[in-house]
């Protein structure tokens, strides 16, 4: 217990290692009801409830602070709720986490290959020459072809947040919590990403949840989207509804305009 190997939050979550960017269960409709949790007395879930069905992705945004890392991480049950449900299906879960947090003694494919050689379920599974045809495959789909010998430091952050992604994705698990997959990245690599989450929807049919700021990842992946403010939900509806601009909050979101109801922590 103790500091987060991942996001370096402290949580006491992560005497398990194969949380990090790994399979926990798989899950094909996730379902959320009065959801709440409390931090030092602050309530940064206040009653949520949204459903996500089979096959469907729906986006999480809102400013900075609003809860949305919160609600990823209390759905694939790194930290406790308060009170409320959250109802999902038996299976496997993944989560691909806001911060690249790569093992820095690590090469790139160390770095990917990692679940597969630690995991008790996997090791043994693959021949060392399977595995690199694996890191190199994981690599290209983010468009990071040759790179397997680079360490973490000779990367940029854009670099860094794909190897990341590949790592979430080298076990191929059905479904993923992605919490700002395509922040950061320039347009072409999130159009990567985003091909990536869309195909993976297309496959498995199983729910997700996509965690941005990105109008791109917004439109090119999400079936619906839910606003937060302040741990609350403030707009529930399509990316189209969205891009309508009908409420006061959905039109300061998407003219990122300081006047509004949306105040920003100063
Ligand atoms: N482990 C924790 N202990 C105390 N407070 C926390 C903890 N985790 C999150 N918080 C608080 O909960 C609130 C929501 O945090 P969260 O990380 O969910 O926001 P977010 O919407 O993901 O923001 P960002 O867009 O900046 O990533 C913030 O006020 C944050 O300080
Ligand atoms: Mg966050």
């Known amino acids: 217990m103790g500091i987060c190997c991942h996001c370096n939050m402290g949580y006491d979550i992560c005497d398990d290692i194969f949380l990090l960017d790994g399979i926990i269960r798989i899950v094909m409709s996730i379902e959320v009801k009065n959801l709440i949790k409390t931090f030092d007395e602050k309530k940064v879930i206040d009653d949520i409830s949204f459903k996500v069905e089979d096959g469907e992705t729906l986006a999480i945004v809102g400013f900075s602070g609003s809860g949305k890392s919160t ?28 911060y690249s947090a790569l093992f820095d003694s690590l090469n790139v494919a160390e770095n990917i290959a990692f679940a597969l050689r630690e995991r008790k379920d996997l090791r043994k599974k693959y021949t060392e020459k399977e595995l690199a045809q694996i890191v190199s495959s994981k690599l290209s789909l983010v ?6 010998n680079k360490f973490p430091s000779e990367l940029s952050g854009g670099m860094q947040k794909r190897v990341s992604f590949a790592r979430a994705i080298v076990t191929e698990p059905n479904t993923i919590l992605y919490d700002e997959p395509t922040a950061g990245l320039d347009p072409i690599s999130s159009t990567l990403i985003e091909d990536y989450i869309v195909r993976l929807k297309e496959e ?16 090119r992946t999400a079936d619906k989207v839910l606003m937060l403010y302040e741990g609350k939900s403030v707009f529930e509806g399509t990316p189209q509804e969205l891009l309508r601009m009908e409420n006061e909050y959905t039109r300061q979101f998407v003219t990122a305009s300081l006047e509004g109801p949306m105040k920003i922590m100063a």
Do not use: N, P
Not at 83 to 98: C, K, L, N, P, R
Not at 143 to 148: A, H, P, R
Not at 204 to 219: E, G, N, R
């Open 71 to 98: 609600v990823l991480k209390l759905i694939c049950g790194l930290i406790e709720k308060d009170s409320g449900e959250i109802i999902t299906s038996e299976g496997d879960i993944a989560m691909v986490f806001q």
């Open 204 to 219: 498995t049919h199983a729910a997700s949840i996509v965690v941005t700021h990105q109008m791109s990842t917004i439109t």
């Open 143 to 148: 468009g990071l072809k040759g790179i397997e």
